[in-house]
């Protein structure tokens, strides 16, 4: 049973454009929501994070949005630039321990 | 700053042979720490966790183990690899503290033969 989703294996995206990512979940006890960024061979690397009492939290050119009715977060990448080419994990923690539950994420290109 | 330390980058291992990962943190006292595993085609998944010395819970049977004989220190082992161990196998560290990101190693690819 899969309490993090990310649907979208792939997204392909022009450079300076915007990427959204988006990560539906199904657990409402979920109280913290992350972002990771992860190339091949390597750990993903922190992004961004929101805690459920917010519906909005920005960072440079990265911004996640929760829309908590819907179970729902995105993450929006303006502009987008080829280095952001990597695969995106959307996270979220049910508060014991910080055990993180990962959707599996969705690969983004940026095209020049 | 802090900074987490995963070895050996590759590994190759027959059935049967013995496991030992390690992991370690610096920069920082007393932090969770956690083992994860990707399996090809497939989202993280937590195996372990401890929020301190010797204190480790486990999120799914399998056929590893894990240990933390210093404040900084987790380590993942098996006595039997068995072919389903094969993947990647990330340590993470954590502030000790509720609505904390989790920062991870470089990671391990391990291969079972």
């Known amino acids: 049973d899969q309490q993090v989703k990310q649907n979208s294996p792939s997204l392909s995206v022009q450079e300076g454009r915007i990427s959204i990512l988006n990560c539906d979940y199904t657990n409402s006890m979920f109280d913290y929501f992350l972002w990771y960024k992860k190339y091949p061979a390597e750990g993903p690397t922190f992004l961004i994070s929101i805690s459920s009492i917010k519906d909005k939290n920005e960072d440079g050119r990265f911004t996640v949005f929760l829309n908590k009715s819907a179970k729902h977060l995105s993450l929006h990448i303006v502009p987008s630039q080829p280095g952001d080419s990597a695969v995106y994990f959307c996270a979220a923690d049910r508060g014991s321990q910080g055990n993180l539950i990962f959707g599996k994420g969705t690969k983004l290109s940026v095209k020049p | 700053s802090q900074t987490i330390h995963q070895w050996p980058a590759t590994l190759v291992q027959p059935v049967g042979s013995p496991l030992s990962l390690e992991c370690t943190v610096e920069?920082?006292?007393?932090?969770?720490l956690y083992w994860y595993r990707q399996a090809a085609g497939r989202g993280l998944q937590l195996l372990f966790y401890s929020v301190g010395i010797g204190q480790i819970s486990s999120e799914v049977p399998q056929n590893l183990s894990a240990s933390r004989p210093q404040d900084r220190q987790f380590i993942l082992s098996s006595k039997k690899l068995l072919l389903s161990d094969s993947g990647f196998y990330l340590c993470?560290?954590?502030?000790?503290?509720?609505?904390?990101?989790?920062?991870f190693g470089d990671g391990t690819r391990l291969s079972i033969l």
């Open positions: 920069g920082t006292s007393n932090p969770n």
């Open positions: 993470a560290w954590s502030e000790g503290y509720s609505n904390q990101p989790q920062h």
